[in-house]
């Protein structure tokens, strides 16, 4: 359940975990994960960290580069760990 009391939208592949202080979504599917970095990046108000086990500069890792990019370029502290 959410702070706010509704229950969190569920969708396959991504689990919602909350501890006191931070909402996080663990995602075990590709489609659930790229979709939230399309949105939550360019709402970034602080820092984006990712780490990610695969990042190729094709059709798909491109478009998340380039919101990478756009971040640093509103002074977010970027972080990109991939191994």
């Not at 959410?2 to 396959?12: F, N, V």
């Not at 990042?55 to 977010?76: I, S």
Request: proline share 6%; net charge negative.
């Amino acid at each position: 359940m959410s702070r706010d009391g509704t229950l969190p939208h569920r969708r396959p592949g991504a689990h919602e975990i909350e501890t006191a202080s931070h909402a996080l979504t663990s995602c075990s599917e590709s489609g659930p994960l790229f979709d939230d970095l399309a949105r939550d990046i360019p709402m970034a108000s602080h820092r984006v960290w990712l780490e990610t086990y695969i990042y190729r500069d094709d059709a798909l890792g491109g478009p998340f580069a380039e919101l990478l990019v756009a971040a640093a370029q509103r002074d977010q502290d970027i972080a990109s760990v991939t191994g």
